[in-house]
């Protein structure tokens, strides 16, 4: 997927601009439309076979717990004896767990999810995830080796995996799926709901900023044709950045600032060799014919998910059970905390172009810099990046949101997360966080107070109220809500310094840099370093990222 990106770049550079196949001539910014909305860019994309709900779903139950138009009934194996539901598969699945709102994230601030009564909205933004898709790439080993077992007479499965005799791999790539459209149409009406009389104060069409990638710029439409309706176009403005390589774009920011190298993220190893091998297990017992390595197992699990939301059915979720689950969600959560997150070295470096433009919106001054991700000539031009706009919506996929989060210190989801063994009472869970269709909402107030009226802020992760302390210069209200001034001014003082951008993203040291800092949180302790380096596979790896990363910092 990533070497297609730099294929395409690589091809593209070799147009030259202004000829009439030149794939630059659409991009916003160039075209002869204000706001094109099919600029090309949009990634590689398949679409699977279609459905057939109706004739496969065979799922015998009554029990229906929501009205998914997808088969979602499924509870784990063994669901009796482990006391589990539906929730335990589901909201298991990482960050391709189809939308659901985050009511056990911020148990704190239950109660307090209504307005103050003194306290009127002024301004809304939103920073949205794209909705469910089909899998980036496919499951073509898995796929290919039940295919061969098959072939030469010696797949043997019963039971719950004897589905396995008759599976076939029917997935696309990449593009958003009809539940994906759904998410984003709801979370339309959702919004409109809430915050619509806000676009009464401005005359002006609203612009909503997303990604040229296909699912990227399908969310942005379903989403407007759910808050605005088919008339959308004359209500607001689509503005589509360019996603590819060397684009400057805060909401792909990867595509200027390649990540380093976070030695934490070898923990993934550390757990995958402890995880998993009870599934392994029952796989061999009951599958004979096909050996499944660990990472099939996890493929599996994903296609659980995968399958649901494209094909509507899977016969993967009933063989796995809520542990199975529990693990998989667990080594979804090692990864983006360890990658993009707080246990990251530079996840604050992605985050912080979307980040400054939000200052630049709060404060309602434009773009002033610091120059990091951001593109500066669309930043500059109030056409593409409007200043005073009641409400602010921008697409993006759950790895920005993620790194958003880690340049914004919200350090309430700052959970340090160990290799061998998983804490079940953890905040941090990638389904809560940045699940498909997850939105980080922030809402601006005036309140009445003694001195006449005060601005203040408040945030909102899939719908739970974000405890708003310290670490963004809060007070740390009940209510989870801020003074406006105290908010900005702790981004304005910190989050570009904390970045370390122009070290990461472009190797220039400046007078910002604090190693001690930079490194907080984010290396191993040799105690760490000693265990992994007891396995001689680990070693290895070790051996070969640790100086990987020493080279990257230097
Ligand atoms: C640019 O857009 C036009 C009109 O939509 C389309 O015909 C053309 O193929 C596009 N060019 C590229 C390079 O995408
Ligand atoms: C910035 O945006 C303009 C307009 O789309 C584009 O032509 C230019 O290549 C972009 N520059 C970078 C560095 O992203
Ligand atoms: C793109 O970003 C780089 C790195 O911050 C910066 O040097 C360059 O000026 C930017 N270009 C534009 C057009 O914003
Ligand atoms: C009201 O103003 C006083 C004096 O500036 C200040 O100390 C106090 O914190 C303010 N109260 C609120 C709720 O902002
Ligand atoms: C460097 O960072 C450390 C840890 O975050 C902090 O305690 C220290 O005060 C910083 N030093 C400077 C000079 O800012």
């Given at each position: 997927m990533k070497l297609l990106v730099v294929i395409a770049a690589m091809a593209s550079a070799c147009w030259a601009r202004g000829?009439?196949?030149?794939?630059?001539?659409?991009v916003t910014g160039t075209s002869?439309?204000?706001?094109?909305?099919?600029?090309?860019?949009?990634?590689s994309v398949k679409y699977g076979a279609p459905p057939f709900l109706a004739q496969v779903d065979q799922l015998k139950t009554r029990k229906s717990s929501h009205n998914a138009?997808?088969?979602?009934?499924w509870v784990p194996l063994n669901a009796e004896q482990d006391h589990a539901t539906s929730d335990d598969i589901f909201r298991n699945l990482g960050t391709t767990s189809p939308y659901h709102p985050a009511d056990d994230l911020f148990p704190e601030t239950h109660g307090y999810e209504n307005v103050p009564k003194q306290c009127r909205i002024k301004q809304a933004h939103i920073l949205h995830r794209h909705g469910s898709r089909y899998p980036q790439s496919g499951a073509g080993l898995l796929a290919k080796k039940i295919e061969l077992a098959k072939k030469l007479g010696k797949l043997q499965a019963s039971g719950d995996y004897a589905f396995l005799h008759h599976w076939k791999y029917q997935l696309g790539e990449a593009a958003l799926v009809h539940l994906g459209a759904q998410e984003l149409f709801d979370s339309g009406v959702k919004y409109y709901y809430e915050?619509?009389?806000?676009?009464?104060?401005?005359?002006k069409k609203p612009v909503l900023r997303t990604t040229s990638q296909s699912r990227m710029v399908d969310s942005a439409r379903y989403w407007a044709l759910g808050f605005f309706g088919w008339d959308m176009t004359d209500k607001a403005h689509i503005e589509v950045l360019t996603e590819t390589l060397l684009q400057n774009n805060t909401l792909a920011p990867y595509m200027t600032c390649p990540n380093v190298f976070s030695p934490k993220a070898l923990r993934i190893l550390e757990w995958r060799a402890k995880a998993f091998g009870n599934a392994q297990k029952r796989l061999k017992e009951n599958v004979k014919g096909v050996s499944f390595s660990k990472s099939d197992v996890i493929t599996m699990i994903g296609l659980c998910g995968y399958e649901t939301v494209?094909?509507?059915?899977?016969?993967?979720?009933?063989?796995?059970?809520k542990q199975d689950y529990e693990e998989y969600q667990y080594d979804d959560d090692l990864a983006k905390q360890s990658v993009f997150g707080f246990m990251s070295i530079g996840g604050r470096a992605m985050g912080i172009g979307w980040v400054t433009e939000f200052l630049a919106r709060l404060k309602g001054t434009g773009f002033q810099g610091p120059q990091t991700t951001q593109n500066a000539t669309l930043d500059s031009d109030p056409t593409y990046f409007?200043?005073?706009?009641?409400l602010y919506v921008d697409f993006t996929h759950d790895v920005v949101i993620q790194t958003v989060l880690t340049a914004l210190n919200f350090k309430q989801l700052a959970d340090e997360l160990p290799g061998n063994h998983m804490d079940p009472k953890r905040r941090y869970r990638t389904s809560r966080i940045i699940p498909f269709g997850a939105r980080l909402v922030f809402e601006v107030m005036e309140c009445d107070d003694e001195n006449g009226s005060t601005d203040y802020i408040r945030a909102k992760l899939n719908d739970a109220v974000v405890p708003l302390d310290g670490n963004q210069g809060c007070e740390g209200r009940k209510d989870g809500l801020c003074k406006l001034d105290d908010y900005m001014g702790f981004l304005e003082h910190h989050a570009y310094s904390m970045s370390n951008y122009d070290l990461l993203c472009q190797l220039k040291p400046d007078h910002n840099l604090n190693v001690t800092a930079l490194l907080d949180g984010a290396i191993l302790s040799n105690e760490q370093v000693h265990q992994l380096g007891k396995n001689p596979h680990h070693r290895n790896v070790l051996k070969h990222k640790h100086k990987l990363s020493m080279n990257s910092l230097l």
């Open positions: 000829t009439p196949t030149d794939p630059w001539s659409n002869s439309q204000t706001f094109p909305t099919d600029v090309g860019f949009q990634g138009p997808v088969e979602m009934r915050y619509a009389q806000l676009l009464e104060q401005s005359k494209s094909q509507g059915y899977s016969d993967f979720c009933k063989i796995f059970t409007p200043m005073h706009q009641p």
